[in-house]
Structures are given as structure tokens and as C-alpha cells.
């Protein structure tokens, strides 16, 4: 600490008359009385005035009160006196006992102040502060602040701590013997580390408590604790905690839980979709198997936006081709770790293409009608999304369209007949349904009557 002295003097004027002026007392008015400090750095010189906390003098929340005992205007503020002081520079350490929330003010004595923020005061009261009749009106102290105590270099038991991938606890004790001021600080989120206590009084720390959650990583975690003195001497400790076992699972949203095997189902006509896997292996290591490649694509990609975490870290997401067939295809997709067994399977799955209609019309049973012009309309049932399905006719007279007035699957056949009055004869023709790519699904044979007396 350099020689430079600083002093701030705070100069207080009281009420009284002219003749009462300020008068402090011999240095030799008191026992264990010292002679001025040689100076420290932040010293301070104040003159307190005693009295209620509303009138007397304050030093952060520390006040003297008419009963002549430092105190605090806020509780789990306490002091500890400092015997045989000369002088502040005499006030050496902080003490580890006789702590209290009120101690007599001495001329004379020495006394550490702890204020609640982990900070410590040292304080020395230098003389009394007597007006012209003798009456007893304050203290002349010098303090300093922040004070760190004896500039020690901690000693650690040990510098490294060693975790399984399950995470724990740990409190390493200094092995000095007295209180510390110091900070701590850890490298990594997964290791935290705050000031601990053996003493009576929390606030005097001379441990730290380590804290380390469990692991979801493949490989070793390391961490660096660093402990940094209020002289700025500083040690490490080196943590260490074990890889976890390579996890992956898939997420079903239909019962809300993980497995590691799930059917799949995907549109007849095609879409993209796509399932939450939970793992903790790194995405360059998951290689993808994929049986049904040639009518579904599978692409495994790190989970985005808002809702990302390690818990759902990643998104397989399924793209599937229309199913033009007349067959049901199936496939497996499997994700596996490519360093171990780990693996989970999606077992995709479309339907066969089908329609259908009410009353089940048919070539051998068709949809016959009158020779009046009028709309007609039949429903039909499709696992193919409205949209990608057809209907057509050949003969001029039939018009005929698709149309769906509800969210279930399929919708309405809407036929229209010109009117055929003008024969009498009967006329067929026939309503043919197909998807995009022309595969008929489903064909029926209409007759419209002819004009008859």
C-alpha cells in the first residue's frame, strides 16, 4: 500500500452559542490512545456528532448514538473491536469473534465495520469531542474503505475438483485460519461457485462452495475457478466432470413423451412434416438411413427460433412425394450414432389412394336421373387432399366439378344435366375421379333418361 496520504475532512457546525466552540481531548485521556496513522490509501478523517439517527452524524448506515455506542440504522450490520490500536494502520485483520450489532465508541480503539455488501470498514477513534462546558458531543475517527483485511495468499487443500457426469457439490476450505476478503468467479455455467464460512458470522468467508450440474455432454467438461483477494492475489481451482452417455430420442407429440421408436403416417398426397429428436450427440455424428429415399426425403437439422434447447435440439423433418400408386408404401428411417449403438427409428408410412362415393354408384350401377336440366350432387370420401384430385366427363351435355363444403376429407361431386326433353331416347356417360398424375380412383356410369309421354 504507497505513503501517499489522503485526508477528507468533513467539518460540521452545531448550534451552539459562539463562547461553546468544539474542544477534543488530550491524546492521553484514555487508555490505548494512538498517535496520528502515517497515512493509507482512501483514509478518511471525520467528525461525528452523536446523537439520534436523525441528527447524528452518518457513515454509510454507522451512527453514534446518545448511549455512546456505534450502530447501524439497518439490521445484519455489525462491528468487532480492535484492541491495542495505536493507531489505524494498527487494525490489521478482520476479527473472527466479537462481533455485535452495537460496541461501545473509546477513544483510543480500533474497530472493523461490516455494512451488509460484503465490505468492511476500519475504524479508529482519535479523540472526544467536548464543548466549552465538557460535555461529551462526538468522536474524531479516521476510517478507511473498502478495507480487505491481511493481504494473504490463499491456501487451497487442493486445486482440482473431479465430478461424475451426474454433477455434485463440494466446499473447499482455505487453510488459513482467518477471514478473507475475496471474489470468485467460474469459467463455465454448468460450475458455480459462491464465498462460504466455518465461522460463527456468514460474512466471514474463508471457503467457497462449488456447485456442478449434471453433464449432457459426450466429451469431459472442464471449468476454471478463479479466487481473486482484495490485493488482487489470485488462485485457481480446475474442475473437471464426466462425459454422459450419447442419448437420443424421438419426440411424440400424439402422447407427449420420448421413444425411440414411432410410426410415422404421412398425406397420400405428398407434404412435408417433421418430429423433435432429443440427443446430446453433436449433429455431424447422427448418420441417416433411410429405406423409403426413393419416395420420401429425410433431412435432420439443428432446432431454431425461440423454442430451441437442449432438451429438443434438433428437427428431422419428412418430405414425401404424392403416393400415385395403387399400394401402400411404407419405409424406415433410422438415426444412428455413427461412434456407438445409439439409434432411433421412424417407421414412415401412406396410405393407398382411394375415393369412394355414397350409395356406392358404379358402372353396373349407375347415377340415373330424369331428362329435366338440373344440378345434382353426390358425396365422395378420399384419403387424396380435394385439390389434387380431377373429375371429368366426356359428353357435352355433363358438366361436372369437385368441391368441398366442410373440413372433413372428400367433398361433393356437382353434376350438371342439360335437359333432354327433345329425345327419347336415353344418354349415359361416364364420371371418371383421378389425381394430378391421371391413376384413376374411382369411375361411375350416369343416365339420363329420355323425354317420354
Request: glycine share 8%.
Amino acid at each position: 500500500m504507497n505513503s501517499k496520504k489522503t485526508f477528507i475532512t468533513a467539518i460540521f457546525v452545531v448550534a451552539l452559542p459562539m463562547a461553546a466552540l468544539i474542544s477534543c481531548s488530550s491524546d492521553n485521556d484514555e487508555p490505548n490512545g494512538g498517535s496520528a496513522d502515517e497515512g493509507l490509501d482512501n483514509e478518511v478523517v471525520l467528525s461525528m456528532l452523536k446523537g439520534d439517527e436523525d441528527k447524528a452524524t452518518m457513515l454509510d448506515c454507522m451512527y453514534i448514538g446518545e448511549d455512546n455506542n456505534f450502530q447501524c440504522t439497518n439490521e445484519d450490520r455489525e462491528f468487532a473491536l480492535v484492541p491495542n490500536a495505536k493507531k489505524l494502520g494498527d487494525i490489521t485483520n478482520i476479527p473472527k469473534s466479537g462481533w455485535a450489532e452495537k460496541v461501545a465508541v473509546r477513544k483510543g480503539y480500533g474497530y472493523v465495520f461490516y455494512n451488509f455488501y460484503s465490505e468492511f470498514y476500519r475504524i479508529y477513534v482519535e479523540d472526544e469531542m467536548r464543548d466549552t462546558e465538557g460535555k461529551l458531543i462526538g468522536y474524531n475517527i479516521r476510517y478507511q474503505h473498502p478495507f480487505y483485511g491481511k493481504d494473504i495468499d490463499i491456501q487451497l487443500p487442493k486445486d482440482e475438483l473431479s465430478f461424475t457426469d451426474k454433477g455434485g457439490s463440494e466446499e473447499v476450505k482455505f487453510l488459513d485460519n482467518e477471514p478473507i476478503y475475496f471474489s470468485c468467479v467460474s469459467s463455465a455455467g454448468w460450475c458455480s461457485v459462491t464465498e462460504a464460512s466455518s465461522f460463527s458470522k456468514g460474512f466471514l468467508k474463508n471457503a467457497v462452495d462449488v456447485y456442478v450440474s449434471a453433464s449432457d455432454t459426450l466429451g469431459l467438461s472442464t471449468a476454471t475457478i478463479t479466487l481473486t483477494t482484495g490485493y488482487g492475489k489470485k488462485k485457481e481451482i480446475k474442475v473437471t466432470r464426466g462425459a454422459a452417455e450419447p442419448r437420443m430420442m424421438l419426440y411424440d407429440d400424439y402422447y407427449g413423451k420420448n421413444v425411440t421408436s414411432m410410426n410415422f403416417p404421412v398425406s397420400v398426397s405428398g407434404a412435408s412434416k417433421y418430429v423433435y429428436v432429443n440427443s446430446n450427440i453433436p449433429l455431424e455424428d447422427i448418420d441417416i438411413e433411410n429405406t423409403a429415399s426413393d419416395w420420401c426425403e429425410a433431412r435432420l437439422e439443428k432446432r431454431g427460433g425461440y423454442d430451441s434447447g437442449p432438451s429438443l435440439n434438433y428437427v428431422l423433418r419428412i418430405t414425401a412425394t404424392a403416393n400415385n400408386t395403387d399400394a401402400k408404401r411404407t419405409g424406415t428411417i433410422t438415426l444412428k450414432y455413427r461412434n456407438g449403438d445409439t439409434s432411433v427409428k421412424l417407421n414412415v408410412e401412406q396410405e393407398t389412394p382411394y375415393v369412394t362415393v355414397d350409395n356406392g354408384y358404379s358402372e353396373n350401377k349407375p347415377f340415373t336421373v330424369g331428362y329435366s336440366g338440373n344440378y345434382y350432387y353426390i358425396n365422395f370420401h378420399s384419403n387424396v387432399d380435394i385439390i389434387d384430385l380431377n373429375v371429368t366427363n366426356a359428353e357435352s351435355w355433363l358438366e361436372t366439378s369437385l368441391y368441398n363444403d366442410s373440413y372433413s376429407s372428400g367433398g361433393k361431386i356437382r353434376l350438371y344435366f342439360s335437359s333432354n326433353s327433345k329425345s327419347n331416347s336415353d344418354r349415359k356417360d361416364k364420371v371418371v375421379i383421378s389425381n394430378k398424375k391421371g391413376t384413376v380412383l374411382y369411375s361411375f356410369k350416369v343416365v339420363q333418361k329420355g323425354y317420354k309421354l
